[in-house]
T-cell receptor, first 116, second 113 residues
Framework: AQKVTQAQTEISVVEKEDVTLDCVYETRDTTYYLFWYKQPPSGELVFLIR????DEQNEISGRYSWNFQKSTSSFNFTITASQVVDSAVYFC?????????????WGLGTSLAVNP | GAGVSQSPRYKVAKRGQDVALRCDPI?????LFWYQQALGQGPEFLTY????????KSGLPSDRFFAERPEGSVSTLKIQRTQQEDSAVYLC???????????FGPGTRLTVL
């Protein structure tokens, strides 16, 4: 069975702090995709990244970085120098690779509050 | 269109009413997904279309839920005899080649009284 666990329910930081959101996943598939989304208070899901299970390179996009470690089944997300606008719920998700196995399996989300 | 659109954005129904929620995917997108997000929870998969074919409906919670995409573009999610537990945000997503991910609509918030 596929499962995504985001152990941190809520995180509160002060602006400019770095913060890491944890994501651990379970799957029996050898190939799969991992995702991160942001859901601000407005409610709309904002796609942040999709990572193929073949590609274990870490990725950096501005203040955002992702650490994919297949050995520990983790796909953690770090925000450097956090800002108030980063306040949102962040979801990690997993999908299969082929055919009709492309539905997203979601974690419960981590609510991040960045305080001024 | 520029993105995935959904209508209505908000729907209030009395228990027992039927509702229909519409999703307009990005033009040309082959794949379309419906998800249900209860308050304070992550989204849960409902169903998946590739063109007009419904390839996976394993997430539909009961036979009161029905989805269609007859011409491979617009999709409608219908809920019959709504119950209070159906109150949630219903999200639609589309993608060009079948990979899930980038394009979600704003959702329809359904409240069943």
């Amino acid at each position: 069975a596929q499962k995504v666990t985001q152990a941190q329910t809520e995180i509160s930081v002060v602006e400019k702090e770095d913060v890491t959101l944890d994501c651990v996943y379970e799957t029996r598939d050898t190939t799969y995709y991992l995702f991160w989304y942001k859901q601000p208070p407005s409610g709309e899901l904002v796609f942040l990244i999709r990572r193929n299970s073949f590609d274990e390179q870490n990725e950096i996009s501005g203040r955002y970085s992702w650490n994919f470690q297949k050995s520990t089944s983790s796909f953690n997300f770090t925000i450097t120098a956090s800002q108030v606008v980063d306040s949102a719920v962040y979801f990690c998700a997993l999908s299969g690779y082929a055919g009709n196995n492309r539905k997203l399996i979601w974690g419960l989300g981590t609510s991040l509050a960045v305080n001024p | 269109g520029a993105g995935v659109s959904q209508s209505p954005r908000y729907k209030v129904a009395k228990r027992g009413q039927d509702v229909a929620l519409r999703c307009d995917p990005i033009s040309g997108h082959v794949s379309l997904f419906w998800y249900q997000q209860a308050l304070g929870q992550g989204p849960e998969f409902l169903t998946y279309f590739q063109n007009e074919a419904q390839l996976d409906k394993s997430g539909l919670p009961s036979d009161r839920f029905f989805a269609e995409r007859p011409e491979g573009s617009v999709s409608t999610l219908k809920i019959q005899r709504t119950q209070q537990e159906d109150s949630a945000v219903y999200l639609c997503a589309s993608s060009q080649g079948g990979l899930a991910g980038e394009h979600f609509g704003p959702g329809t918030r359904l409240t069943v009284l």
